[in-house]
């Protein structure tokens, strides 16, 4: 009877649907909690409490053959009805940032010539972006400008139907997508000759912002791994709080030198931790505090941040090579010295000068360490 009456609670952690406290009674039950814990860090969905586990089984268990084939054959109708409402996109015409990050996103997946139909994203080998998130956010883009439709051929257990409306919903990663017919009836190898001819002419605010999405998600990347290096065990660690922090001092920092400010605000609270004199959630709530106070410690002071070095391009994402490599041209440099507060001046002056010494020109003024106000 005592041992029935016996739960284990965790208070900091949340049923993911009802957001209600998750406890367990047995050892494999808290095994598996501690594996579904970990894998929420990993940007995985979170844990379900018994009852919302339960509720969420049920219907599985009720769903017989009949209902599934009357499902699948509505999505497969819906999915029909949609590529006949799609219309053709002038891929001339794009935007330089939807020219980017389609040009990213066709050579992440990797198609054979000829082919039209880009695979699931849990299916490809190459990273479209640091952080599956952005990846995700590329192609919710991407879907919402018409350029990538949800291919017939998906699985189409990767869709949510609803009732009233037919409308469909699609698991971003789990589907497989059919890009846009062109205009001018251009084949998808025209199309990427095209894309990558419009990188050579940037727009300076265009990859302001695509420098911008792409250092904030490295900073992410990093800090993931810094986490998972000291081994911290709560979920929500890089909160809203800590990006902020990390997109402030973007203006005025490199991504090397925030990568720097990441990896020595990390280990001072692992060094925290160790101590054992502060809350686990007391610890975590000083990150954001300790990015801004190492910034401006140094700013004010005039001390330098030396920056990291750029790991090598095959360990990068597709999107980050991209910006780095084919558009600024001077990928080490750029990583290293680039500051967001200067992106726009200095496409300005790619523009204007020779491509060959633009790079080595703008940044021999700059000491590798600087990071001044």
């Known amino acids: ?22 406890s367990v009674m047995t050892r494999s039950e808290y095994s598996s909690l501690i594996r579904k ?39 497969a109708n819906a999915l029909r009805r949609l590529h006949e409402k799609a219309k053709p996109v002038d891929y001339a015409e794009l935007s330089f940032l939807q020219s980017c990050l389609l040009y990213a996103a066709l050579l992440a997946a990797n198609l054979a010539p000829g082919q039209s139909v880009v695979p699931p994203l849990e299916m490809q080998m190459d990273e479209l972006a640091p952080t599956p998130e952005l990846a995700n956010e590329i192609y ?22 609803d009732r009233d409306t037919d409308a469909v919903t699609i698991d971003i990663r789990a589907g497989a997508w059919t890009l846009a017919s062109d205009v001018s009836g251009r084949s998808i190898d025209e199309i990427l000759t095209l894309l990558f001819r419009r990188l050579d002419r940037p727009e300076p605010k265009a990859v302001e912002v695509l420098w911008y999405l792409v250092a904030e998600d490295e900073c992410r990347r990093y800090f993931v791994s810094q986490w998972q290096r ?8 890089y909160s809203a709080k800590v990006s902020g922090a990390i997109q402030h001092y973007l203006d005025k920092c490199s991504i090397g030198e925030m990568w720097n ?11 925290l931790t160790q101590e054992g004199k502060h809350t686990p959630q007391h610890i975590y709530n000083m990150l ?29 994402s597709w999107l980050t090579n991209i910006l780095l490599d084919t558009i600024l041209k001077a990928g ?30 703008w940044f021999a003024t700059s000491p590798p360490g600087e990071c001044s106000d």
């Open 288 to 316: 954001p505090g300790g990015i801004r106070r190492s910034v401006d410690y140094r700013l004010a002071n005039g001390q330098s941040i030396w920056p990291w070095h750029r790991p090598s391009p095959r360990e990068a």
């Open 140 to 161: 919710g883009r991407l879907c919402t400008d018409g350029i990538f439709i949800p291919a017939l051929s998906s699985d189409l257990d990767a869709f949510s139907l």
């Open 1 to 22: 009877m005592l041992k029935s009456a016996c739960r284990l609670h965790f208070p900091r952690v949340c049923c993911g649907s009802c957001r209600g406290q998750i």
């Open 230 to 237: 000291y081994r911290f065990a709560h979920p929500g660690i």
């Open 261 to 271: 400010v990441v990896y020595y605000s990390v280990k001072n609270l692992a060094a």
């Open 37 to 75: 814990i970990h894998k929420f860090g990993e940007l995985w969905p979170p844990p379900l409490c018994s009852f919302c586990s339960a509720a969420a089984l049920a219907p599985k268990q009720d769903n017989g053959p009949v209902i599934l084939t009357n499902h699948r054959d509505r999505v």
């Open 332 to 361: 080490d440099v750029c990583f290293k010295k680039l500051k967001g507060r200067d992106v726009v001046k200095y496409v300005e002056y790619l523009i204007t000068k020779p491509i060959d010494c633009a790079a080595a020109t």
